[in-house]
């Protein structure tokens, strides 16, 4: 009986594409752009709730909350992205953003460093770190 459930489509695996998920993201892009930041924060929310491994939408929605100065929110969008996609260079720096925006110095020294070991030439990294550096 759970073979047949299984054919029919009952079973979904959790990092199974979303449709709904692809669409809420691509409205939350819409919406940053028409400079509507709470609904693309919603819009976001919902795509990773329907589909909690849809990368993109975390690394948008971290992003956001950095240019929103929400260090936290960012930070936690992002900590799920980079376990998603640990090879992201991009995904590290923001991670590394957000907390120096949020005061962790160290935290962030990090980051940019992970970041820099992956993609050496990632201007960013290196900005971040001269900014830490005082440079």
């Known amino acids: 009986m759970a073979a047949g459930c299984l054919s029919i489509g009952f079973f979904r695996p959790a990092d199974a594409p979303s449709p709904q998920a692809d669409e809420l993201y691509l409205r939350g892009n819409q919406m940053v752009a028409e400079h509507r930041i709470e609904d693309a924060v919603i819009a ?7 589909n909690p491994r849809k990368a993109d939408a975390l690394f948008a929605l971290g992003a956001l909350f950095l240019t929103q ?50 993609k050496h030439s990632i201007w960013q990294a290196l900005v971040g770190m001269r900014r830490l550096l005082g440079g």
């Open 44 to 50: 976001y929310h919902r795509a990773i709730r329907l």
């Open 69 to 118: 100065r929400q260090p936290a929110e960012a930070a936690k969008a992002l900590s799920k992205f980079v376990k998603l996609k640990p090879w992201s260079a991009d995904g590290w720096y923001m991670l590394g953003r957000s907390m120096e925006q949020s005061g962790d110095v160290r935290g962030a020294a990090s980051e940019y460093k992970k970041a820099d070991a992956l």
